[in-house]
Protein backbone atom coordinates (compact mmCIF):
# COMPACT_ATOMS: atom_id res chain seq x y z
CA UNK A 1 0.00 0.00 0.00
CA UNK A 2 1.64 3.64 -0.62
CA UNK A 3 2.44 5.75 2.32
CA UNK A 4 0.12 8.02 3.32
CA UNK A 5 1.26 11.41 4.80
CA UNK A 6 -0.94 13.87 7.22
CA UNK A 7 0.76 17.03 7.55
CA UNK A 8 -0.86 19.37 9.44
CA UNK A 9 1.21 22.99 9.77
CA UNK A 10 -1.50 24.81 10.86
CA UNK A 11 -4.49 23.03 12.97
CA UNK A 12 -7.25 24.39 14.07
CA UNK A 13 -7.32 21.69 16.78
CA UNK A 14 -4.94 18.98 18.01
CA UNK A 15 -6.80 16.72 21.07
CA UNK A 16 -6.24 13.75 22.67
CA UNK A 17 -9.97 12.13 23.27
CA UNK A 18 -11.17 8.74 25.12
CA UNK A 19 -14.46 7.11 23.87
CA UNK A 20 -15.92 4.61 26.44
CA UNK A 21 -16.44 3.93 30.30
CA UNK A 22 -13.08 4.38 32.50
CA UNK A 23 -11.53 1.03 32.31
CA UNK A 24 -12.18 0.00 28.58
CA UNK A 25 -11.25 3.53 27.07
CA UNK A 26 -9.76 3.48 23.28
CA UNK A 27 -7.35 6.45 23.61
CA UNK A 28 -7.24 8.61 20.19
CA UNK A 29 -5.18 11.61 18.59
CA UNK A 30 -7.19 13.36 16.33
CA UNK A 31 -5.69 16.65 14.15
CA UNK A 32 -8.22 18.90 12.03
CA UNK A 33 -7.01 21.74 9.55
CA UNK A 34 -10.53 22.85 7.89
CA UNK A 35 -12.06 19.92 6.31
CA UNK A 36 -8.71 17.69 7.04
CA UNK A 37 -8.95 15.05 9.90
CA UNK A 38 -7.01 12.73 10.75
CA UNK A 39 -7.17 10.07 14.05
CA UNK A 40 -4.96 8.12 14.98
CA UNK A 41 -5.14 5.51 17.92
CA UNK A 42 -3.19 4.83 20.67
CA UNK A 43 -2.38 3.87 24.19
CA UNK A 44 -3.18 5.91 27.81
CA UNK A 45 0.34 5.17 28.37
CA UNK A 46 1.08 7.16 25.11
CA UNK A 47 -0.97 9.89 25.56
CA UNK A 48 0.81 10.52 29.32
CA UNK A 49 4.16 10.36 28.41
CA UNK A 50 3.33 12.84 25.19
CA UNK A 51 1.44 15.45 27.36
CA UNK A 52 4.53 14.79 30.19
CA UNK A 53 7.60 15.33 27.44
CA UNK A 54 5.63 18.12 25.27
CA UNK A 55 5.36 19.95 28.68
CA UNK A 56 9.49 19.47 29.35
CA UNK A 57 10.29 20.60 26.16
CA UNK A 58 8.32 23.82 26.17
CA UNK A 59 10.06 24.29 29.59
CA UNK A 60 13.59 23.46 28.13
CA UNK A 61 12.91 25.50 25.19
CA UNK A 62 11.97 28.42 27.60
CA UNK A 63 8.48 28.20 25.37
CA UNK A 64 6.17 27.28 28.21
CA UNK A 65 3.15 29.68 27.54
CA UNK A 66 2.70 31.59 30.85
CA UNK A 67 -1.02 31.08 30.86
CA UNK A 68 -2.70 27.99 29.01
CA UNK A 69 -6.19 28.94 26.99
CA UNK A 70 -9.23 26.92 28.13
CA UNK A 71 -9.14 23.50 27.67
CA UNK A 72 -10.46 22.12 24.57
CA UNK A 73 -14.18 21.19 24.19
CA UNK A 74 -16.01 18.64 22.69
CA UNK A 75 -16.66 20.98 19.73
CA UNK A 76 -12.53 20.80 19.36
CA UNK A 77 -12.72 16.78 18.19
CA UNK A 78 -14.90 16.00 15.06
CA UNK A 79 -16.47 12.60 14.68
CA UNK A 80 -17.32 10.21 14.06
CA UNK A 81 -13.90 8.16 15.83
CA UNK A 82 -12.18 6.15 12.35
CA UNK A 83 -8.56 5.15 13.50
CA UNK A 84 -6.86 5.22 10.45
CA UNK A 85 -3.36 3.78 12.30
CA UNK A 86 -2.56 2.18 15.22
CA UNK A 87 0.12 4.62 16.93
CA UNK A 88 3.51 2.71 17.59
CA UNK A 89 6.05 5.45 17.89
CA UNK A 90 5.83 9.48 18.89
CA UNK A 91 8.27 11.74 17.94
CA UNK A 92 8.76 15.21 19.10
CA UNK A 93 10.86 17.88 17.83
CA UNK A 94 11.47 21.60 18.02
CA UNK A 95 11.76 23.86 15.80
CA UNK A 96 13.50 27.08 16.31
CA UNK A 97 13.32 29.47 13.61
CA UNK A 98 9.55 29.03 13.83
CA UNK A 99 9.63 28.65 17.34
CA UNK A 100 7.34 25.60 17.49
CA UNK A 101 7.39 21.88 18.38
CA UNK A 102 6.54 19.04 15.61
CA UNK A 103 4.48 16.07 16.86
CA UNK A 104 5.19 12.79 14.87
CA UNK A 105 3.02 9.76 15.19
CA UNK A 106 3.92 6.38 13.23
CA UNK A 107 2.79 2.87 13.19
CA UNK A 108 5.41 0.06 14.17
CA UNK A 109 5.88 -2.25 10.74
CA UNK A 110 4.28 -6.10 10.61
CA UNK A 111 8.31 -7.05 12.15
CA UNK A 112 7.96 -5.20 14.92
CA UNK A 113 10.59 -2.53 13.92
CA UNK A 114 10.53 1.11 13.33
CA UNK A 115 12.65 2.19 10.67
CA UNK A 116 13.47 6.07 9.82
CA UNK A 117 12.24 6.87 5.92
CA UNK A 118 12.69 10.26 4.25
CA UNK A 119 8.83 11.93 3.17
CA UNK A 120 9.39 10.83 -0.15
CA UNK A 121 9.62 7.61 0.21
CA UNK A 122 6.51 5.93 -1.24
CA UNK A 123 7.25 2.57 0.55
CA UNK A 124 7.30 4.13 4.06
CA UNK A 125 5.19 4.15 7.01
CA UNK A 126 1.98 6.37 7.23
CA UNK A 127 3.22 9.75 9.36
CA UNK A 128 0.63 11.80 11.08
CA UNK A 129 3.26 15.33 11.53
CA UNK A 130 1.11 18.28 13.08
CA UNK A 131 2.85 21.74 13.66
CA UNK A 132 1.74 23.36 17.17
CA UNK A 133 2.84 27.07 18.27
CA UNK A 134 3.78 27.19 22.36
CA UNK A 135 0.83 28.07 23.46
CA UNK A 136 -1.26 25.27 21.63
CA UNK A 137 1.21 22.49 22.43
CA UNK A 138 0.84 23.65 26.34
CA UNK A 139 -2.63 23.28 25.89
CA UNK A 140 -2.49 19.95 24.01
CA UNK A 141 -0.22 18.91 27.14
CA UNK A 142 -2.56 20.44 29.83
CA UNK A 143 -5.66 18.83 28.53
CA UNK A 144 -4.05 15.12 27.51
CA UNK A 145 -2.80 14.89 31.25
CA UNK A 146 -6.38 15.82 32.65
CA UNK A 147 -7.61 13.20 30.09
CA UNK A 148 -5.49 10.49 31.81
CA UNK A 149 -6.15 11.73 35.12
CA UNK A 150 -9.82 11.37 34.54
CA UNK A 151 -10.42 7.18 34.26
CA UNK A 152 -10.58 5.34 37.19
CA UNK A 153 -9.64 6.15 40.84
CA UNK A 154 -6.78 4.49 41.93
CA UNK A 155 -6.10 2.55 45.23
CA UNK A 156 -4.55 4.28 47.73
CA UNK A 157 -2.52 1.24 48.93
CA UNK A 158 -1.14 -0.08 45.58
CA UNK A 159 -1.78 3.04 43.57
CA UNK A 160 -3.50 0.41 40.89
CA UNK A 161 -7.23 1.30 39.15
CA UNK A 162 -9.93 0.51 41.11
CA UNK A 163 -12.85 -1.10 39.12
CA UNK A 164 -16.32 -0.68 40.44
CA UNK A 165 -16.38 -4.55 41.94
CA UNK A 166 -12.80 -3.78 43.54
CA UNK A 167 -9.69 -5.25 42.46
CA UNK A 168 -6.76 -7.34 43.96
CA UNK A 169 -4.88 -5.54 45.96
CA UNK A 170 -1.52 -7.23 46.41
CA UNK A 171 -0.51 -4.55 49.00
CA UNK A 172 -3.31 -5.92 51.18
CA UNK A 173 -2.05 -9.63 50.91
CA UNK A 174 -4.42 -10.10 47.88
CA UNK A 175 -7.56 -9.04 49.88
CA UNK A 176 -9.86 -6.94 47.48
CA UNK A 177 -10.98 -3.71 48.52
Known amino acids: MTRRLFVFEQPDSF ?21 AVVTVGLEKAQVSALAQRVGELLIAMNAAPESVAAPPTDNDAAGPVVELFRVGVLALAWDPDTTSLMVEARPIDEAGEY ?8 DGPDLLRVRLSPSEAGRFATSAAALVQAGRPTCPFCGEPLDPSGHFCVRMNGNPN
Open 15 to 35: VARAVGEPGSRAFYLQARQGR
Open 115 to 122: SEVPDEDP
